[in-house]
């Protein structure tokens, strides 16, 4: 059972990592973050590297969605954009800082990439042998994760409206899939 202080950690941590990147982060900018000291970030994960793979992308959020996928474009973005709302971690926004930023950026692109190819393309039932549509799922929910949260650039937008129009972009891919097996 993890204490306040753990997800307090596990908090900043991850916005810390997903702001400024692996390199730029210490132990002692997380601790500050979470309030705690940096002995007890180092007694709790036991070092920076762990700590960073505690906090990265976690796909198995795509296993909790229940909806049929005709509107899965659309709860898709609207998860993004709730997260965006209450303050949370957005896993999509922090996939290219987990590899880029990774103690060993090659493992973590192939063990990152294969994660999410594997659950997207599980999800939308892509049996292509290159994961066309999953890679194109992948791409356009890590663009949109990475620009909600970094550059802003959706922040006019009506929430509804944000949620039909890229949902919509992003079930294309996903109906283009299904057609293939069609």
């Known amino acids: 059972m993890s204490s306040p202080s753990h997800e307090a950690i596990l908090d900043a941590a991850g916005r810390l990592f997903g702001e400024r990147g692996y390199r730029a982060v210490t132990v002692r900018d997380i601790a500050a973050g979470a309030g705690v000291s940096a002995a007890l970030v180092m007694k709790l994960f036991a070092s920076k590297d ?14 909790e969605l229940d909806v049929p996928t005709s509107e899965l474009g659309s709860a898709l973005v609207f998860r993004v954009l ?16 987990s590899i880029h930023d990774s103690p060993d950026p090659g493992a973590a692109r192939a063990e990152v990439r ?17 994961r066309r549509f999953a890679s194109t799922v992948t791409a356009l929910m890590t663009g949109f994760g990475e620009t909600v949260r970094t550059l802003g ?4 937008w009506d929430f509804d409206d944000l949620v039909a129009h890229y949902g919509a ?14």
């Open 50 to 63: 762990k700590l960073f793979a505690a906090v990265q992308p976690d796909e198995s959020l795509l296993a």
């Open 169 to 182: 972009i992003v079930q294309a891919q996903i109906d283009a899939c299904a057609a293939t097996r069609a």
């Open 153 to 156: 650039l959706f922040d006019g």
């Open 114 to 130: 294969e994660r999410y190819l594997s659950s997207i393309a599980g999800l939308i039932g892509d049996t292509t042998p290159e």
């Open 82 to 97: 709730m997260r965006r709302e209450r303050g949370m971690q957005e896993p999509w926004a922090m996939i290219p800082f």
